[in-house]
Structures are given as structure tokens and as C-alpha cells.
């Protein structure tokens, strides 16, 4: 098969769908493998980077969309990237289609077979391709905030941990889930006043034990996410529904009732954002006010650690890239069902149920197509 990875086009966004390294494994099977020119240099990987990999350098992103059978890539691809997609071909990467009807409705008309690595499932009914973005989004919310914090950001102008006599700043933490566990470890570590709130029991029991007297955890009802919201200096949004939209966890009128100058960063943004006033926001521009509270909304997060993130996201999306090369995208997820919940859409069809549920389409079953 011939697969290939473009330059990302997405605001800051300096990941790469394809390591150097993740070339040579793809070349070692036989694939041919087509690299824009400069698609790597966020991370540091020059095109003879690529070359001695066993990759061919192409000059833009259309020769790549034009000649791939499957295009990896990292983010959705941008309305110019549609454009290009064609029937038949494998687009393998993160959709996030449940608060993207445009996307949504770009890639039913294009007859891409769209597979998108936050659905695809593990044992346990773990995301273990969402997993490592989560990690480390978990763990830039407390930095990007910490940095908001400051008053020259606009922020309270209050230091995380406190100094000797000074208290730290209060954070709540919504959601425990990878991106709140790994939140909540980077501020308590800090020396925050760490508060994780989730609403399962087994997962509050659970934190409890790690962090013992580190952080503290209080079951997310409405009476108990209200006060911590108002008490914090710094919320982090970490709520996940897999393909669907977040709820909208935090409403604006609750924004009255926090510090001037407090901070709200949302992890869920991709997912529609789970506070009421979040709108996505750049690298560029990565906060705004509303209502005299900082909101950082920056959906695409993990771009700005390029490195770090795109070897963690390569560890995870290259097995399953090798089997779709290898066997083609209906035998690799009929011979694995957890990669097939990855598939979204394919030949004009939604085929995640969540995604056609949000946005009104017609649903079609992933095994109806695999039979």
C-alpha cells in the first residue's frame, strides 16, 4: 500500500502523522511510504531523515492526497484537506466529529473510509490511542494554567504551590480520568490544593489511593461541583463522553460566583468544550475573558510539546496503521474489533453511532459493512 503524511496545517500544530522511525517499520513491510517535504520539522526530523528511512520526500500535500491510498496524519484535516479526499481512500487520524458538523458533512461527501484514533477501543473499554494525548494535555493544563494564572496574563496572579506562609492555589480538577489523574498529579506535585471530582465510585476509590493525602476527591453532583468551582483558583476540564460531545459542566451563571481573575482550561475543548462559555482557541491566542474569568480553550494542546507528543501518539497508532496497510482496512478491523470502533465514517455513511446520533445522520453498524 502506499501510505503517506503531510505537512499539519492546524494553528501551532508542529506533530507529524509518521515518525522517521515509523517510515522505516511501514518500508520494512513492503509499503512505499510518501512524506510531504518539511512534514516533520516540528519535531525536529529533516527530510533525509525521512529518505534514509526508505521514504519518498513529495512536494506538497496535494501530490500526497492525490497518489496515497491511506493518509496519516495527526489532526482533522482542515477544510483544504477535505477537499482533496477522494472514495476509496483510508484517512487515518483524530476527527473529533460530534461538535464538527462541517467535518462531518465534508467527509459523508467525500467517500473517505475516515478511521479516527480517539474511538478505537481497548480491553476494559480503554481509548489507547487517545491515551498518551490525554497524558500529556492532562499535564500542559497545569502548566497552560499556571501560566494564565499570572497577573500579567490576566490571572489572580497567584503562584500554584504558595510559598512558606502563603497558601497554594486551590485547583479542581473535573473528571478523573487520564487527562484529570495526570492534571492532578502535575499540581499536587506542584503543591497545590488538589480537588479531583468524578461521579464514579470505583474510579473516586481508586484516586483516593494514590494520592492518599495529596489530593482530595468529592463526587461530581451539582451541589459539590458548584462549590469547588467557586472556591478554585484554577478549574481543569477533563470530561470525556468516547465520540460524543461533552456536557457543559460549568454554565456561565457559575462564573459569578468564582475569584476574579480565576482560570478555566479546557481539555474537552475538541469535543465541544464541557464549560458553557468555551470556544476553541489557538497557540496563538491560546486564552479569553468572560465575565472576568480566564479561559484557556486551546484544542490542540499536545502541538505544543511537538516532540514529546508525536513519538507518544507513533508508539500507539503504528500497529494498527501496519495492519491496515498490510491487510487493507476491511480484513485489519474485521480481524480486530477494537480497531474497529476507530471507523466513522466510510463511502458516504456515519458509521459511529454517537457521531450520527449528535448530528442527525443515519447510522450504519461497523459489522454490517464487515460481513
Request: net charge negative; glycine share 12%; hydrophobic share 45%.
Amino acid at each position: 500500500m502506499r501510505v503517506g503524511t503531510v505537512r499539519e496545517i492546524k494553528n501551532h500544530e508542529y506533530r507529524v502523522g509518521l515518525t522517521p522511525e515509523s517510515a522505516r517499520e511501514l518500508a520494512a513491510h513492503g509499503h512505499e511510504v510518501w512524506v510531504e517535504t518539511g512534514a516533520g520539522l516540528g519535531i525536529g526530523a529533516a527530510d533525509r531523515d525521512y529518505e534514509a528511512a526508505g521514504a519518498t520526500i513529495k512536494p506538497d500535500a496535494a501530490t500526497i492526497f492525490a497518489g496515497c491510498e491511506m493518509v496519516v496524519k495527526v489532526k482533522e484535516p482542515q477544510a483544504a484537506e477535505r477537499a482533496q479526499l477522494r472514495e476509496g481512500q483510508i484517512l487515518f487520524t483524530y476527527l473529533h466529529l460530534a461538535p464538527d458538523p462541517e467535518q462531518t458533512a465534508d467527509l459523508v461527501k467525500s467517500g473517505v473510509t475516515a478511521i479516527a484514533y480517539e474511538t478505537v477501543t481497548g480491553p476494559g473499554n480503554q481509548l489507547p490511542l487517545l491515551k498518551p494525548m490525554s497524558q500529556v494535555a492532562g499535564r500542559m493544563a497545569i502548566q497552560a494554567g499556571a501560566t494564565a494564572l499570572e497577573k500579567a496574563h490576566g490571572g489572580r496572579g497567584v503562584l500554584l504551590g504558595g510559598v512558606p506562609g502563603v497558601l497554594p492555589a486551590k485547583v479542581a480538577v473535573i473528571g478523573g480520568g487520564v487527562v484529570g489523574f495526570n492534571a492532578a498529579q502535575m499540581a499536587a506535585g506542584l503543591g497545590a490544593d488538589v480537588t479531583i471530582l468524578d461521579r464514579d465510585p470505583e474510579v473516586l476509590e481508586r484516586l483516593g489511593t494514590h494520592f492518599e493525602s495529596r489530593a482530595k476527591t468529592r463526587f461530581s453532583n451539582r451541589a459539590n461541583l458548584a462549590d469547588c468551582v467557586a472556591e478554585a483558583d484554577l478549574v481543569i476540564g477533563a470530561v470525556l463522553i468516547p465520540g460524543a460531545a461533552a456536557p457543559k459542566l460549568v454554565t456561565r451563571d457559575m462564573l459569578a460566583t468564582m475569584k476574579p481573575g480565576a482560570v478555566l482550561v479546557d481539555v474537552a475543548i475538541d469535543q465541544g468544550g464541557c464549560f458553557e462559555t468555551s470556544r476553541a482557541t489557538t497557540h496563538a491566542e491560546p486564552t479569553f475573558v468572560v465575565d472576568g474569568i480566564v479561559h484557556y480553550c486551546v484544542a490542540n494542546m499536545p502541538g505544543g510539546v511537538a516532540r514529546t507528543s508525536t513519538y507518544a501518539l507513533n508508539n500507539v497508532t503504528l500497529p494498527h496503521a501496519l495492519k491496515i496497510a498490510d491487510l487493507g482496512w476491511k480484513a485489519a478491523l474485521a480481524a480486530n474489533p477494537y480497531l474497529a470502533d476507530g471507523l466513522n465514517v466510510h463511502a458516504g455513511e456515519v458509521t459511529y453511532a454517537a457521531v450520527a446520533h449528535e448530528l442527525g445522520y443515519a447510522f450504519r453498524p461497523v459489522g454490517e459493512l464487515l460481513a
